[in-house]
């Protein structure tokens, strides 16, 4: 798992250079810069083939606008092995919350209610959402440094943003792991 998230930060950071060099030599203008947006199932409409307007140039790409942050972490239902997440998203210009993902495969989490999702520079959105344990094995003991991938939109682009909410989220997430598989052990240093 450690070997896959490594990769994948490699090949973007590759990916965000090589297009970065593309503009910075001037070989792509802004409106045909790649989207850094993710395929694949999810909600959402695809990508956008209209060439963004003056305005819209001039409006920060979502990513950028966008601070989400971790709230909190309930325990839903042990039964069924459900938890529910509480994000706190503020924007810079109006963008959307199209999608919310993680990196575990063990792990079901999706955006709750009703999507997509809109954040204001008016004040604070709360983003709900909604995960379940669909595999007790393949469950860290500790989650380290766990992320969220989140797909934003705005008027100039689409984007995938990953979000890494930091030791509360990643605490919180190791105490949901070992209540609902029944690993009630103390984290240790020397778990995986």
Do not use: W
Request: glycine residues 8%; aromatic residues 4%; proline residues 10%.
């Amino acid at each position: 798992m450690r070997t896959r998230r490594v990769a994948a930060v490699a090949v973007c950071l590759v990916v965000l250079a090589g297009g970065g060099y593309a503009l910075a030599a001037g070989q792509l203008t802004p409106e045909r810069a790649p989207s850094t947006s993710r395929s694949g199932p999810g909600p959402g409409p695809g990508p956008d083939t209209a060439l963004p307007s003056a305005a819209s140039r001039r409006m920060p790409y979502p990513a950028q606008a966008a601070h989400i942050t971790f709230g909190r972490l309930a325990v839903s239902d042990r039964s069924r092995r459900t938890f529910t997440v509480e994000m706190r998203a503020t924007a810079t210009v109006p963008l959307t919350v199209l999608d919310v993902g993680q990196g575990y495969d063990a792990v079901d989490l999706r955006l709750a209610g009703r999507q997509p999702l809109t954040v204001s520079p008016d004040g604070p959105r709360t983003l709900l959402l909604k995960a379940r344990v669909t595999n007790c094995d393949r469950v860290p003991l500790r989650a380290r440094s766990p992320f969220l991938n989140v797909t934003l939109r705005n008027s100039r682009a689409r984007q995938e943003l990953s979000v890494i909410p930091g030791e509360r989220y990643a605490d919180a997430l190791t105490h949901a792991f070992r209540t609902l598989c029944g690993r009630d052990t103390p984290a240790s240093p020397s778990d995986p």
